[in-house]
């Protein structure tokens, strides 16, 4: 045995984090899942303004159950892009905050929800197009059918 096997082989393994599947097949995926959810940007948008309590940033959103905002903070907390902040006080007070991390991510997203904003003009009038497309398509589809079978 050489030394650098007797070093090696007195150590103990280091734990690694359990990963789902998904996570060790594609992580970045996973994350731009989380960042780009429903209320996984709402929520980023939100406490990119300050930091916010669980009950006041649920009103903010609005619509949102406390299961899903709970499940999302909980999963962006994961992320590293969250930062829960309990104090111990009664009644409880826990406030939500953006870490570097989560700032980073927010501006980011907030960016594309200007965008639509901005462009929704031009999506409404490509949705038009697309659909009187669709319609005419069918209807010249129909009249063939017709054709035929006469």
């Known amino acids: 045995?050489?030394?650098?096997?007797?070093?090696?082989?007195?150590?103990?393994?280091?734990p690694r984090p359990l990963l789902s599947e998904r996570e060790a097949m594609c992580p970045h995926r996973?994350?731009?899942?989380?960042?780009?959810?429903?209320?996984?940007?709402?929520v980023l948008i939100r406490l990119l303004e300050r930091p916010h309590r669980f009950s006041e940033l649920r009103r903010a959103i609005g619509r949102v159950s406390e299961k899903m905002l709970t499940?999302?903070?909980?999963?962006?907390?994961?992320?590293g892009l969250v930062h829960r902040d309990a104090k111990p006080v009664i009644p409880p007070r826990v406030d939500y905050s953006l870490t570097d991390l989560g700032r980073e991510a927010a501006e980011q997203v907030r960016a594309l929800a200007l965008w639509t904003e901005?462009?929704?003009?031009?999506?409404?009038?490509?949705?038009?197009?697309y659909d009187?497309?669709?319609?005419?398509?069918a209807e010249t589809l129909r009249a063939d059918h017709e054709a035929r079978t006469l």
């Open 118 to 129: 901005r462009r929704m003009d031009g999506v409404l009038a490509a949705r038009q197009a």
């Open 132 to 137: 009187e497309a669709r319609r005419t398509h």
């Open 71 to 79: 499940q999302t903070l909980q999963t962006l907390e994961r992320d």
């Open 1 to 14: 045995m050489t030394v650098s096997e007797g070093v090696f082989a007195s150590r103990a393994p280091v």
């Open 30 to 42: 996973l994350v731009l899942e989380h960042v780009t959810s429903r209320w996984g940007v709402l």
